[in-house]
């Protein structure tokens, strides 16, 4: 048996990347355009960018038949003294999800480099001490957001994070408790850093619960590595292409998410951080035809 995957998109295919930013669009404009772009499931985004009245927000919602998949939040558990505020920030994501129905929480490790600057911030990888303590404090997080609030935990690895190539994936997975950590397998990040997604989806079928769906300009990426630039660097050179120009292809994809046979959100994102107003919304019609044409989604 096969279930399609459900289709979204998110306020990073329009540029936004902070909660508050004047280079970004309006939060009204982005739902306006999300919702004439065909999508009808979003998330939220950084926290505050949307309304966090939870009244308000599924109002303005209801009024476009958007519903929220889930909220967005990075974490930095790596870091010592970090729980409390840590703790603190996901909470308050996790409760506006909640209130808007959200079924999923996607926490994202923070960055060792500078997503402006692209100044090296701390050492890029975890040493084999670090790496089962910051798997402790997931572990604890996620059960924390699941208890409180009844959500999904999903963690998203991340170009320029400690999750970043398929072997530090994979030994994310080993070190963390399944019953609690899914992955959010987000694809243009995992070929980003070299990895398959493909292979993800095979080996450990049942880690996935949340998709997030990019492709990655080959060209561009080969330049980011010869160059050794940052990820906030490579965005602005366009490394994030719209499909179905770059890679991973979405339909094999899309083909053995389905064969899961599991309830799955595929959200769209296209970072492009900062951008011209009037450029996502035919990058985001283009890209709901385009993959509603190209694999079972729904």
């Known amino acids: 048996m096969t279930k399609p995957a459900m289709l979204g998109s998110a306020p990073d295919s329009w540029g936004v990347w902070y909660a508050d930013d004047p280079a ?3 939060w009204e404009s982005f739902l306006d355009e999300c919702a004439g772009a065909g999508y009808t499931r979003i998330e939220l985004g950084p926290y505050g960018y949307l309304p966090t009245d939870p009244a308000r927000l599924r109002d303005e919602l209801d009024q476009r038949g958007l519903s929220v998949t889930a909220g967005t939040i990075f974490e930095h558990l790596h870091r010592a003294d970090s729980w409390t505020e840590v703790h603190s920030k996901v909470s308050a994501v ?3 999800t909640r209130a808007m129905g959200g079924e999923h929480i996607v926490v994202i490790p923070d960055f060792w480099r500078d997503p402006d600057t692209g100044v090296v911030l701390e050492a890029s990888v975890l040493t084999d001490d670090e790496w089962p303590a910051y798997a402790k404090q997931v572990d604890r997080l996620a059960r924390a957001i699941s208890d409180d609030y009844g959500l999904k935990f999903q963690f998203h690895p991340h170009a320029d994070s400690h ?4 072997a530090n994936v994979e030994r994310f997975l080993a070190e963390t408790d399944p019953a609690v ?3 959010c397998l987000d694809t243009g990040h995992i070929a980003y850093c070299g990895g398959d997604s493909l292979a993800l989806i095979r080996d450990f079928p049942d880690r996935i619960g949340y998709v997030h769906l990019k492709q990655v300009d080959p060209t561009i990426l080969e330049k980011v590595r010869t160059d050794g630039l940052g990820f906030g660097e490579a965005v602005k050179m ?11 292809a979405m339909p094999p994809i899309l083909e053995a998410l389905a064969a899961l046979d599991v309830e799955l959100f595929a959200i769209v994102e296209q970072d492009m951080y900062p951008c011209p107003p009037d450029q996502p919304l035919p990058v985001a019609r283009r890209t709901h035809t385009y993959l509603t044409g190209c694999g079972p989604l729904r």
């Open 238 to 248: 366009g490394v994030m292409c719209e499909p179905p120009h770059g890679v991973p």
């Open 163 to 166: 999750v970043d190539t398929h």
């Open 181 to 183: 950590v899914s992955l």
């Open 94 to 96: 996790a409760e506006l």
């Open 24 to 26: 970004q669009i309006r």
